[in-house]
């Protein structure tokens, strides 16, 4: 069975949880003024991978960076 999804706009984010790329869901947060709040899940474990604010017709592929949930860093003075 082939997969389709029409409105695909990120096709893979990597997942911390699953420690490797993964498909993503997009979900619908909040219709803003300006565009749409989407946030980006895991389509394996669900886990957050990234919000995006859609405005109008300016499409813009997302980030790869992985939002930074813990930061190991730590600050030495
Ligand atoms: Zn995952």
């Known amino acids: 069975m082939?997969?389709?999804?029409?409105?695909?706009?990120?096709?893979?984010?990597?997942c911390p949880h699953c420690r490797r790329s993964q498909p993503v869901r997009e979900k619908l947060l909040l219709i803003l003024p300006n565009?749409?709040?989407?946030?980006?899940?895991c389509s394996a474990c669900a886990t957050s991978l990234?919000?995006?604010?859609?405005t109008g017709a300016a499409l813009t592929t997302p980030t790869k960076s992985p939002p930074r949930a813990q930061s190991s860093r730590r600050w030495l003075r």
């Open 2 to 14: 082939s997969q389709q999804f029409g409105a695909f706009t990120a096709s893979e984010l990597y």
């Open 35 to 41: 565009g749409e709040l989407h946030e980006y899940l």
């Open 50 to 54: 990234g919000k995006r604010t859609v």
